[in-house]
Antibody, heavy 117, light 107 residues
Framework: QVQLIQSGAEVKKPGASVKVSCKVS????????MHWVRQAPGKGLEWMGGFDPFHNEKIYAEKLQGRVTLTEDTNTETAFMELSSLTSEDTAIYYC??????????WGKGTTVTVSS | AIQLTQSPSSLSASVGDTVTITCRASQDITSAVAWFQQKPRNVPKVLIY???RLESGVPSRFSGSGSGTEFTLTISGLQPEDFATYYC?????????FGQGTEVEIK
């Protein structure tokens, strides 16, 4: 059974960066198409970026271009999402999710990131 | 980026009702649509993929249809546990995009 285990909640000041981790259990990270989705309080789901297997590249949401970076450590089967130049509008729950058998059918439990001075 | 517009934004319904949610895409996305359910303080859960394929374990009262630019999610015989927010998502092209969500409330 594939599980995605996310890192704990973070509190950051405006202008700082945050790095959220997502460890894959039960599969190999390089075999998976992983995405990151966030949800601000009371708002909808926002796709941030992910791996496009057809073009073998990472794609980022235009709105977050230049601020978000997705990386992986294959030794520990862990994916990372780093978001820089944080503002209060980045306060949200951040999820990692994978297309395992269908579409975004496995999700991490989410990591709450709070940006506050 | 492809825009997805859901309607309505919210609706009130009673247990046993049949409800339909529409998702319109800004361009042809063939059948590359998934539908998600999210309950408060919970992780989203995929219900439908490829516009009409039921995810394993999802009750058959959920169904999806459509192709091209217009898609629908239908819940036939609403149950108490179905009160939630529903999102469509397109995976035809990157960046992937979600609709803004439809909240299904108890009347």
């Amino acid at each position: 059974q594939v599980q995605l285990i996310q890192s704990g909640a973070e509190v950051k000041k405006p202008g700082a960066s945050v790095k959220v981790s997502c460890k894959v259990s039960g599969n190999t990270l390089t075999d998976l198409s992983m995405h990151w989705v966030r949800q601000a309080p009371g708002k909808g789901l926002e796709w941030m970026g992910g791996f496009d297997p057809f073009h073998n590249e990472k794609i980022y949401a235009e709105k977050l271009q230049g601020r978000v970076t997705l990386t992986e450590d294959t030794n520990t089967e862990t994916a990372f999402m780093e978001l820089s130049s944080l503002t209060s509008e980045d306060t949200a729950i951040y999820y990692c999710t994978i297309d395992l058998f269908t579409v975004m059918d496995v999700w991490g439990k989410g990591t709450t990131v709070t940006v506050s001075s | 980026a492809i825009q997805l517009t859901q309607s309505p934004s919210s609706l009130s319904a009673s247990v046993g009702d049949t409800v339909t949610i529409t998702c319109r895409a800004s361009q042809d996305i063939t059948s590359a649509v998934a539908w998600f359910q999210q309950k408060p303080r919970n992780v989203p859960k995929v219900l439908i993929y490829d516009a009409s394929r039921l995810e394993s374990g999802v009750p058959s009262r959920f169904s999806g249809s459509g192709s091209g630019t217009e898609f629908t999610l239908t819940i036939s015989g609403l149950q108490p546990e179905d009160f939630a927010t529903y999102y469509c998502q397109q995976f035809k092209t990157y960046p992937r995009t979600f609709g803004q969500g439809t909240e299904v409330e108890i009347k």
